[in-house]
């Protein structure tokens, strides 16, 4: 076994993913498409434990540690050590990454690095599809963050149960960059995974969510394609509100939005009124990620930072996806 250590960062999704066609298999009902931003990174290592250990010791630098993070580890770890002639228990450390479980991807950076970890230390593939595939298996929205640049995760690229996000445009593609207003960095009462079972299984809305998601990745591509930042921008937003609106309609209903994003979304409006380049999205959790042009961002962020009840104004940029730090393998 290879002691590793590597860094992911978090992806948000212009065209989202909310609901599984497999609980097991963590196979998505819906094709997502997304952005790999380059921080905040959490860092993941992975080593042999000692010769006396009795099972693996996983040791979460965060806080706070989401409920589910522990037993999921342990899962993905014995997944790991099925696919691998390994069979060792581990020590795994984690630090950094976003504020856990408040809409703000820390899970799908946290898998993203474990996967990319575990995979070198197990001896498994280290192509990003093989890697992506297996972050898949901790959280599906990890796969987007194993490849960088603009991402897409569609399950009709399934093949035997295997499925990898991939990148279909860099980094620097139309010159983007992402504005996250925070409104409440405590973790959201619902989880992602619960909130999406709740309005698969509750939703009356839920069909006519999964029935338009292939059509919404089809009109994103095209406008990445073409480059036209306005026809992607209504294409984000409208997916964004049909999915929370798949969610307000479960029993008992799921609503993530606050007073203050909604103030923050009125704002984004407003600044896009006033000429700027710049539309929003919002994940299961109240914070607003305002994705704009590169030239408009200093001026998206000062309109954001004026929002009553925004707490913090951060800038992202697209980033490369997950890697090993070669410095830290022995
Ligand atoms: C997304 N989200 O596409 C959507 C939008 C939240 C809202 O992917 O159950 O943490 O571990 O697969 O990946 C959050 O879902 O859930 C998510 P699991 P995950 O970004």
Not at 53 to 82: H, K, M, N, Y
Not at 119 to 127: I, N
Not at 177 to 194: H, I, L, N, Q, T
Not at 300 to 316: A, F, I, K, S, Y
Request: with cysteine; proline share 8%.
């Amino acid at each position: 076994m290879i002691r590793t250590t590597t860094r992911a960062a978090p992806n948000f999704a212009l065209v989202k993913y909310w609901g599984k066609a497999d609980d097991e298999a963590m196979i998505p009902a819906v094709p997502s498409l997304s952005i790999t931003l380059d921080g905040p990174e959490i860092e993941v290592s992975v080593e042999p434990a000692g010769s006396e250990a009795t099972g693996d010791d996983v040791s979460l630098d965060v806080a706070p540690v989401p409920e589910p993070w522990r037993d999921r580890t342990q899962r993905f770890l014995d997944l790991v050590r099925a696919r691998s002639e390994e069979t060792g228990w581990a020590v795994v450390k984690a630090r950094g990454g976003p504020p856990p479980a408040a809409g703000l991807a820390s899970s799908a950076a946290y898998f993203a690095a474990l996967a990319q970890a575990s995979s070198r230390a197990y001896g498994l593939p280290l192509d990003p599809e093989s890697v992506s595939d297996l972050a898949r298996m901790g959280s599906v929205s990890a796969a987007r963050s194993v490849p960088g640049g603009i991402v897409v995760l569609d399950p009709a690229d399934a093949s035997s149960g295997r499925l990898g996000a991939h990148t279909i445009f860099p980094p620097t593609h139309m010159g983007m960059a992402v504005v996250v207003a925070v409104v409440d960095p405590s973790m959201k009462p619902v989880g992602s995974s619960e909130g999406m079972r709740l309005t698969r299984d509750t939703s009356p809305y839920f069909e006519a969510w999964t029935a338009c998601a292939r059509e919404d990745l089809g009109r994103a591509r095209d406008a990445l394609e073409a480059g036209d930042f306005a026809a992607l921008g209504r294409i984000a937003e409208t997916n964004c509100l049909r999915m929370h609106a798949s969610a307000m309609a479960a029993d008992p209903p799921l609503v993530y939005l606050a007073p203050a994003t909604l103030a923050a979304l009125a704002r984004v409006h407003s600044l896009r009124q006033e000429g700027l380049s710049c539309f929003f999205t919002v994940d299961a959790g109240p914070q607003v990620k305002v994705v704009c042009l590169e030239e408009d961002v200093e001026s998206v962020r000062d309109g954001m930072q004026g929002v009553t009840g925004v707490q913090d104004v951060l800038v992202q940029r697209p980033g490369p996806g997950s890697l090993i730090s070669p410095d830290r393998e022995s």
